[in-house]
């Protein structure tokens, strides 16, 4: 199909996250260009131009939504309320494709109503290869079977996985007494309002959703706990309920992501829907999940709905990829960029459990901080040394935040008294 114009579209009624869904269209923005002459434009939030009907006010799209951009989401993410719906639909352009940076269920129904093509964007859940991957998905068997030939195969992710697990075991083979979790059931916890954890109707899914699959996992087993890096006061709420869950004293993880994955213990982990899960199972680790992710891998290239095809970051980045989509031959010295390590992650900032394991035990970032350090580090003779050093600048730190707040409340009792005298002096004169 030919397609005459493109619609950046994507969850418009949650404000949260809304920069990273610019950022992706901002990095396809020259190469569709480049491969078919077309504008993109803007998302329609934030009053900037945009590719839908000229009519569309996004400020009526929220009210019929039920409420501002940031209140009402989690109840419209598996489905809009139907005048919502049904403006949304009539303010597509016909001919159209619509490309969205994590589009929800709701949305794909509004397009499949107006019987448009679209184009889901997603970053991979795998995150363990030199760079980020791209995961896209279609409801267009035409699109997906031109695409198909630049997606990634299962073989090079497995690949990927064996680069990193060699690299974390070899490091910690050098650390004999770091702890041991064998056997261990380890649960990985999400971040409070994950939208993979909504339910049909708008309620986020829990822990005790699922207790008596958790008790029968669990039975005979050590129940450990891994907590969301920004779980915060919610990681602390879901131990407990698994703590009276299953009746175990549940032990706090602190291992790093990867780390926990590649480690030669035998052990297994469990969850509601953390990409975490996904990933175990390129380390040889077994994982199940209560709810499907929302970004599955197809690398069975199975057709439309049967999970997001994966490229990789410079073939998304590329000319080729957007003219297969359009439908368009690929000009002759078209844009290619070339793959370099961590591209995308370094132009997203978009690191998670990937730079940790890069940073620790290395020795090159190590000699890097004793080269660079204000403070002269003592040469390390390991990691023990290194931390002991670490800590004894963090209580210099923390000793001098004591001594500057000891003096600000000192200045603020000054001031409480010399207020009052300069004002009858002033009153005075």
Known sequence: MNYERIVCLDDLTRAEFWPAKDFIYDLVRAPILFAGGLS?????????RHNLAGSFDVRRFLELA?????????????????????????????????????????????????????????????????????????????????????????????????QMAAQIRYRRRYTPDAPRWDDAL????????????????????RAPDAAGAIVQAAEGRRLVYKPHPYAGAFG???????????????????LDAYELLAMDDPLSLIGISSSLLQEATYFGKSASWFRRPECVPDFEFAGPGGGHLHVRAHVFMGEALWAAILDRPTRPHALCLPPRPNHLRELHNAW??????????????????????????????????????????????????????????????????????????????
């Not at 993109?40 to 900037?48: D, K, L, M, Q, V």
């Not at 380890?186 to 899914?205: E, K, M, N, P, Y």
């Open 40 to 48: 993109i434009a803007h998302s329609p939030r934030n009053g900037r």
């Open 66 to 162: 039920g409420g501002d951009a940031g209140t009402q989401w989690a109840g419209n993410y598996h489905r809009l309320p139907p005048a919502a719906h049904a403006y949304l639909a009539a303010a597509i352009p016909r001919g159209a494709l619509v490309i969205g940076y994590e589009m929800t269920p709701g949305l794909k129904q509004v397009l499949a109503d107006a019987g448009c093509d679209h184009v889901d964007i997603r970053i991979s859940p795998l995150r363990f290869g030199a760079d980020l991957h791209v995961g896209l998905s279609t409801n267009s068997p035409g699109i997906y079977r031109r695409i198909v030939p630049l997606a990634m195969h299962e073989h090079e992710v497995v690949a990927e996985a064996c």
């Open 186 to 205: 380890v649960w990985v916890g999400q971040t409070q309002h994950d939208a993979s954890l909504l339910a049909d109707d708008g309620r986020f899914v």
């Open 236 to 254: 602390h709420e879901e131990r407990a309920q698994l703590a009276r869950i299953t009746g175990q004293d549940i032990p706090l993880c602190e």
């Open 352 to 429: 998670w459990g990937y730079s940790t394991t890069q940073l620790r035990h290395s020795n090159f970032h190590r000699e890097a901080v004793q080269l660079h350090a204000p403070v002269p580090v003592a040469p390390a003779s390991g990691d023990r040394d290194l931390s002991a050093a670490l800590a004894s600048e963090r209580q210099r730190v923390d000793e001098l935040r004591l001594e500057v707040e000891g003096l600000k409340e000192a200045l603020r009792v000054v001031l409480r008294h010399a207020a009052p005298r300069a004002a009858s002096e002033f009153t005075a004169a």
